[in-house]
């Protein structure tokens, strides 16, 4: 497993696991993360300053799900709704993914080590 981390943003705290895929190895081993939240249809993402090959990706998720987007090169934090394009789930949130909805676009976000 790669890990514990933490999203902290305006009104919004929480941790999520991530997965023993070398994606989220390489993820977490590129923490920590500052940007601006991009809102989706039922996601929330951000800039991952990577750009990382693509691993068994899935144009399918749950919700409470933590994704690499190869084609955005973006962290995405779904709750509800399906991916632009196949994301590589990393990991699930450790909490209600519902409270993502009320995230905005142009938001500060940041992912770290938990």
Not at 14 to 28: H, I, Q, R
Not at 39 to 44: K, L, M, R
Not at 76 to 89: D, K
């Amino acid at each position: 497993m790669a890990g514990r981390v933490k999203f902290t943003c305006v009104g919004l705290e929480m941790t999520a696991t991530l997965n023993d895929s070398k994606t989220a190895a390489e993820v977490f081993a590129g923490l920590p993360l500052e940007e601006l939240a991009d809102a989706g249809a039922g996601y929330v993402c951000f800039s991952a300053q990577l750009a990382l090959e693509e691993e068994e990706v899935s144009e399918e998720v749950s919700a409470g799900a933590v994704a690499y987007w190869p084609a955005g090169g973006a962290i995405c934090v779904f709750f509800g709704g399906r991916p632009p394009t196949p994301v590589t789930v990393i990991g699930s949130l450790n909490g209600n993914a519902l409270q993502w909805r009320n995230i905005l676009s142009g938001t500060p976000i940041k992912m770290e080590k938990a």
